[in-house]
C-alpha cells in the first residue's frame, strides 16, 4: 500500500487509474489470476488452476540491466477481483509508460531520501537522463521526457525560461 501512495504523492504527474470489468483477462502481470492447489494425479506435485474468486495485488515490474541503477519497467501495477470468471481490474497507468516508471524508479530507489524533493529530482535528470531524439519521415524530434512526466513545478527549466524569471525578479 505505501507503494501506492508513494506513486501519487512523489514529484512525477499522478498516474491514472484505469479500471476494467468484463471476463477475466488482465494478467497480473502474465498469468490471469491463480492459485496454487495440489495435485490429485500426482502426489507431491502442486499446479495451478484459476481462481474462482480471490484478490490478487502485483507492484509495478521492473528489472536492473547493466548496473544496480539502470532500472528497466516491465508491467504496471494491478489490482484485481475475480468472481467467477469476471474480473474487475485497476491499473496504475502513467501516460508515458517507460519513460515515467524508469525515471520514477531511479527517484524513489537511487536518489538520497534525506535531501530535499528538488535536490532528488535534480539528481534523477543529471544521473538518469530521458533525452531521446526519434525519426519520423525524415524528420528528427529531440524529446525531454522529464518535461512531460514531472510536475510543473519540478520541471527542469530551460534557458528562456531561466532568463525570463531572472529579469521579471529584478524588475519587480
Not at 502481470?29 to 495435485?39: A, I
Not at 484485481?80 to 531511479?106: N, T
Not at 530521458?130 to 520541471?155: A, C, G, N, P
Request: hydrophobic share 35%; proline share 6%.
Amino acid at each position: 500500500m505505501r507503494e501506492l501512495i508513494d506513486y501519487f504523492f512523489s514529484p512525477f504527474v499522478r498516474p491514472k487509474l484505469k479500471f476494467y470489468f468484463g471476463k477475466t483477462k488482465i494478467g497480473v502481470p502474465y498469468f490471469y489470476p491463480r492459485k496454487l492447489v495440489k495435485d490429485p494425479e500426482k502426489p507431491g506435485y502442486q499446479k495451478f488452476v484459476t481462481k474462482k474468486i480471490g484478490f490478487d495485488y502485483c507492484k509495478l515490474g521492473w528489472k536492473t540491466k547493466w548496473d544496480n541503477n539502470d532500472y528497466r519497467f516491465e508491467w504496471s501495477p494491478v489490482l484485481s477481483f475475480v468472481f467467477f470468471g469476471f474480473q474487475l481490474a485497476i491499473i496504475v497507468q502513467a501516460k508515458e509508460q517507460d519513460h515515467y516508471w524508469m525515471p520514477w524508479l531511479y527517484y524513489h530507489k537511487s536518489t538520497d531520501k534525506n535531501k530535499p524533493i528538488g535536490e532528488r529530482v535534480k539528481d534523477c535528470i543529471e544521473n538518469f537522463p530521458q533525452t531521446w531524439t526519434r525519426t519520423v519521415k525524415d524528420k528528427s524530434e529531440t524529446i525531454d521526457y522529464y518535461q512531460l512526466i514531472l510536475k510543473k513545478k519540478w520541471r527542469p527549466k530551460d534557458l528562456n525560461e531561466k532568463r525570463d524569471f531572472k529579469l521579471n525578479s529584478i524588475l519587480k
